[in-house]
């Protein structure tokens, strides 16, 4: 009886939500995921017609321009479910951003789908994941709990939303953890992760147990050519750096077409039909061709030919507005990359034609890494949905080598940037409602070692609670701040955004 009233009823509670949460959203977006497969199957049997049959591609065209209003309908309702949706995630948790979570679970499920289905070259992990966090936050209103149930259940959800899209259970924890909170905490670990296993528990029933991308088995990278690993992250990260640039000049070439916003996402509707009749292949966020090229080693000079396609038409789609995710089209111009490096290092030093498969698959951790800054991500994201085990060294150096001149070149996330300019936009005003917000001291910054006396945060905003290791207490005015700490600020919510400039820059 003694042991019973010991027990941690609260924990118990959150991995009963978790479980819940894990199911409710694993179910919505694996039903999302047979969508698109279901939609984007018929599209080979579409185009072959459309090749046969000519007089029958100006009815296409229409019920192409038909399915392309009804998006950017759907996105001019709700500006929210535009683009990725991992930023206005971000933003949501942060409290800088407040989300109707309803609106935006049937207009993301409804328009993504006609988007992925029509096989326009985007991805679904960030609607995924958007889908699966305002199930969360829908639960979480249902049940009637405060800001901070909320926050664990939008992220149990977002990390249940990953999980059923790519049978990625632990992807989906690490990608909460390192991407969007920056920091581990024993119930939101606990939560997130029986979310994340209960989805892919489900996803395994649906779709099988096989990886997302299952490329096969790969020959043991030699050690004294791990320099060559080292070569390929450097490029990996210049490349990230044209990437990057890329995503956020294209939406102000788009500003100066002489057509009104609401229409750019025609563009990549009407651009797709052309793919569709002259290289069907190219349909689709691109995980076939990821597998084409892992199967066979590839001509350069096509490869070069797919990069250029694949770049350019991400970002004319990502571009216009349309809801998109990133991560299939990073992945597969990062394969192409590693084809086209692998090419070049197997003429060189007389490496099997199998080791291209190694190239692929490392470059693809590493371009993802160079891009959203996220290394463990990264790694285990591509051990789990390749399979790939025995490579997780090989996939490290890369990773860890682009994630290094990656900082060197001075990029941050691409969510983490879209979601400043977004938010920056807001003007500043008093709101009458507290809001609270966690902040980890990092070490050798203005914060580690400082007295808490010479912390002066604007806007009437206090820190009022330090945990330290295991310990919590409120802070003193002669209380050191040391590395590692974690501070709970809180401040009006009218004033979050510029509390928290102010303390990255510190930080």
Partial sequence: MKRIRFIDWSKISYVLKGILVGAVAGAVVSA??????????LMPSVYTFLRANPAWIFGWSFIILVIAFLVILMGRDDPDIQGNGVAELKGQLQGTLKLNWWSILWRKFAAS????????????????????????????HFLKGNKSQENILISSGAAAGLSAAFNAPMSGLVIILEEVHHRFSSVLILTVFTASVTANFLAFHLFGSQPALALGTMAEFPLEHYLYLVILGILLALAGWVFQKTVFIVPKLYAKLPIPSYLYGFIPFILVILTGLFWEDMLGGGT?????????????????????????????????????????????????????????????????????????????????????????????????????????????????TAYIFADILGLEPIDEITLYNK????????????????????????????????????????????????????????????????????CDQGFLVQVKKYISKLN
């Avoid at 999302?32 to 199957?41: C, D, G, P, S, V």
């Avoid at 199967?295 to 216009?320: C, D, E, H, K, N």
């Avoid at 990073?330 to 007389?350: M, Q, R, W, Y």
């Fill in 32 to 41: 999302f995921r047979m969508a698109i497969y279901t939609t984007l199957n």
């Fill in 113 to 140: 789908t006609l988007v992925l289905g029509m096989g326009l070259p985007v991805g679904r992990e960030g609607p995924s994941i958007q889908i699966g966090g305002v199930v969360g936050q829908g639960i979480n």
């Fill in 423 to 490: 938010t920056n936009r807001f003007p500043t005003v008093f709101e009458g409602k507290l809001i609270h917000m966690d902040v980890f001291v990092e070490p050798n910054t203005y914060l580690d070692g400082m007295q808490m006396s010479q912390l002066t945060l604007p806007y009437n905003a206090k820190c009022i609670r330090i945990k330290r290791h295991s310990n919590e207490f409120m802070p003193h005015r002669d209380t050191i701040l040391l590395s590692g700490d974690e501070l709970q600020i809180a």
């Fill in 288 to 400: 076939g061709v990821i597998t084409d090229i892992a199967s066979v080693r590839t001509g350069t000079f096509l490869l070069l030919g797919i990069l250029v396609f694949r770049f350019v038409g991400f970002q004319i789609a990502y571009g216009s507005g349309i809801p998109a995710g990133m991560l299939i089209p990073l992945l597969t111009i990062g394969a192409v990359l590693g084809g086209i490096f692998g090419n070049i290092v197997l003429s060189g030093t007389g490496l099997s034609d199998e080791f291209i498969r190694n190239f692929v698959i490392f470059s693809m951790g590493g371009f993802f890494t160079a891009t959203s800054k996220a290394p463990l991500t990264a790694i285990v994201l591509l051990t789990e949905i390749t399979g790939s085990i025995t490579q997780m060294m090989p996939i490290a150096v890369v990773c860890l």
